[in-house]
């Protein structure tokens, strides 16, 4: 592997997975709505009606479609429940233009827009969906905070994450051929995606006081008609996987090529391929009086008894977080009570 090429993709490494350059990185990977369709919207529009189907959809229902895309979730929804009002927002503005020309409507519209900034008010929508997105928001603790924000309560909040370790087959192979062929390739490799892992969305709902969390894993089979059906959308620079073919010298990308065909096909003919999908799916209610997670003050009120008499002492304090819950406040003892109705959030938006 050349200097050149070691270099690339050890930038692209660092844009994909540090901090604020992720931003920058998805400008580029997820740039061409043709494109992506091509390389993920055969798999999107198939997942797509599981997780409406998982998120308990009704007709009628007001729906947020947070990161969109090119339309596959949002599209399911109308198909589903014709007589909802849906709202997609993405970042990529390329997207955006290629949703609104691919699903028109007067119930649908389409806006670019940060998931980790929602402009919506609170309680706005009855269900807040996301596909195949959470794991590249730059902070999706935020990003789901503001799901929950204008979720109306009682209404459910679910996303959904390809299994990029092993159950979204089109990538597994294409990552082991890359990292087979050059082992520096392992620090791109998308097994590291944030939140990929069986229950990693579910433990973020609970910690966020979502309630009736349920995880659950959905698999699809992507097709394609031949090997270059298969291989060609790599070459269009979407997504992490375009975006280290696109880094590879000519001769390089020659030789993953022939690895892959080599997995998939071995020694035989060119034929159709089918290539199993893993999601994890996830679903959580949005509880009637929520203590916003991290921002909220409790209203504690102590007893003590000394004697015949009882000294009170009423506290604010910064809540532990939801898991460290019944550790903390199991000990206080029969004279200590948690007052929850009276709280005041600070902070939120």
């Not at 979730?73 to 589903?80: D, E, G, K, N, Y």
């Not at 935020?142 to 990029?164: C, E, F, N, S």
Request: without cysteine; proline residues 6%; charged residues 20%.
């Amino acid at each position: 592997m050349s200097q050149r090429t070691l270099a690339l993709i050890t930038l692209m490494a660092v844009s994909v997975f540090a901090g604020n350059a992720i931003a920058g990185a998805q400008g580029r990977m997820f740039s061409a709505g043709d494109a992506y369709e091509r390389f993920m919207g055969r798999s999107s529009h198939e997942l797509a009606p599981l997780v409406v189907k998982f998120a308990g959809l009704r007709d009628g229902h007001a729906v947020l479609d947070v990161g969109s895309g090119t339309g596959a979730l949002t599209a399911a929804v109308a198909a589903a429940a014709p007589s909802s009002h849906i709202i997609g927002i993405d970042p990529a503005a390329p997207y955006v233009a290629f949703a609104r020309a691919r699903h028109p409507g007067t119930l649908i519209r389409f806006e670019v827009g940060d998931a980790q900034q929602l402009r919506f008010p609170d309680g706005s929508f009855d269900r807040t969906l996301s596909l195949l997105v959470l794991n590249f928001i730059p902070d999706p603790a935020k990003a789901l905070d503001q799901m929950i924000r204008v979720t109306r309560p009682g209404g459910i909040v679910a996303a959904a994450v390809w299994d990029y370790g092993g159950g979204m087959e089109m990538l597994r192979v294409f990552w082991d051929e890359a990292v087979a062929l050059h082992a520096a390739a392992a620090a791109r490799d998308e097994r590291h995606m944030p939140l990929s892992r069986k229950g990693e969305l579910a433990a973020l709902w609970r910690e966020h006081g979502l309630q009736d969390v349920w995880e659950e894993a959905l698999t699809i089979g992507t097709r394609f008609s031949s090997f270059d059906d298969y291989w060609s959308p790599f070459l269009e620079k979407q997504g992490p996987a375009g975006a280290y073919v696109e880094a590879l010298a000519a001769s390089e990308r020659e030789q993953l090529r022939l690895r892959l065909r080599k997995r998939l096909l071995g020694d035989g003919p060119d034929r159709p391929i089918v290539l199993a999908a893993r999601a994890w799916a996830v679903r959580g209610i949005v509880p009637a009086a929520r203590v916003p997670h991290d921002r909220a003050r409790v209203e504690m009120l102590s007893e003590a008894r000394v004697g015949n008499r009882v000294r009170r002492k009423t506290a604010l304090f910064e809540p532990p977080q939801p898991h460290q819950r019944s550790a903390t406040y199991g000990r206080s003892g029969p004279n200590m009570k948690i007052w929850w109705p009276r709280f005041s959030a600070v902070g939120t938006q």
